[in-house]
């Protein structure tokens, strides 16, 4: 069965230094994969989406991902936070419908 | 592109009340709507699949004469929560799946805003 599991509930960074938020999944195939961001008591924003092409996948606002088939992991990165960045973030797997990790705040610091 | 709006955006209602949430693809088609519920600092939980012209696919525990879906259109899905309770208070999100050009479709689902549910 497919899952997504974000290995970290909660992360903490200083303004101006990288973001790291770790996904990583489970799919008897290569599944599609996305980022999802949701401000507070806001739908869901989508940050990028890995379909099989790239293995570095560019989204929007600076974040990028790539996707490792022998880690079976797919890890948000960005080289510089900015406060705006706080906020939910979800990895998805792509299947009859999304399955969603169970999320990762992101709080950051001036 | 990829628009979806929700609306009501946040509504208060008395127990026993019905409530009817839209959502609509503004600017493609989606012959595939999810509606999700996500309580406080979780994750969206999907209660149904919505197909444009045929009956919703309940996930398992979901009462699906409780929370009725229509999907008339290729841009209108709605959600009615019947006879709502305090306990179906929660945060409603719907998401469109684009269809794609050409005969294709991707697999990205676009999201709502949400809609505040709060029963009294």
């Known amino acids: 069965a497919q899952s997504v599991t974000q290995l970290d509930s909660h992360v903490s960074v200083s303004e101006g230094t990288p973001v790291l938020l770790r996904c990583n999944y489970s799919?008897?195939?290569?599944?599609?994969l996305f980022w999802y961001v949701q401000h507070p008591n806001k739908g869901l924003q989508l940050l990028l989406k890995?379909?099989?092409?790239?293995?570095l996948v560019k989204g929007i606002n600076g974040f990028e991902a790539e996707f490792k088939k022998s880690e079976t992991s797919f890890h948000l990165t960005k080289p510089s936070a900015h406060m705006s960045d706080a906020a939910e973030y979800f990895c998805?797997?792509?299947?009859?419908?999304?399955?969603f990790g169970k999320g990762t705040t992101l709080s950051v610091s001036s | 592109g990829a628009v979806v709006s929700q609306h009501p955006s946040r509504v208060i209602c008395k127990s026993g009340t019905s409530v009817k949430i839209e959502c609509r693809s503004l600017?493609?088609?989606?012959?595939?709507m999810f509606w999700y519920r996500q309580f406080p600092k979780q994750s969206l939980m999907l209660m149904a699949t919505?197909?444009?012209?045929?009956?919703?696919?309940?996930e398992q525990g979901v009462e699906k004469d409780k929370f009725l879906i229509n999907h008339a259109s290729l841009t209108l899905s709605t959600l009615t929560v019947t006879s709502a309770h305090p306990e179906d208070s929660s945060f409603y999100i719907c998401?469109?799946?684009?269809?794609?050009?050409?005969?294709?479709?991707?697999?990205?689902?676009?999201f709502g805003p949400g809609t505040r549910l709060t029963v009294l």
């Open positions: 998805a797997s792509s299947g009859t419908a999304l399955i």
């Open positions: 799919s008897s195939y290569s599944p599609s």
């Open positions: 890995y379909t099989s092409a790239a293995t």
């Open positions: 600017d493609f088609q989606a012959t595939t």
């Open positions: 919505s197909n444009e012209g045929s009956k919703a696919t309940y």
């Open positions: 998401s469109a799946r684009d269809v794609g050009p050409g005969t294709g479709y991707t697999d990205t689902q676009y």
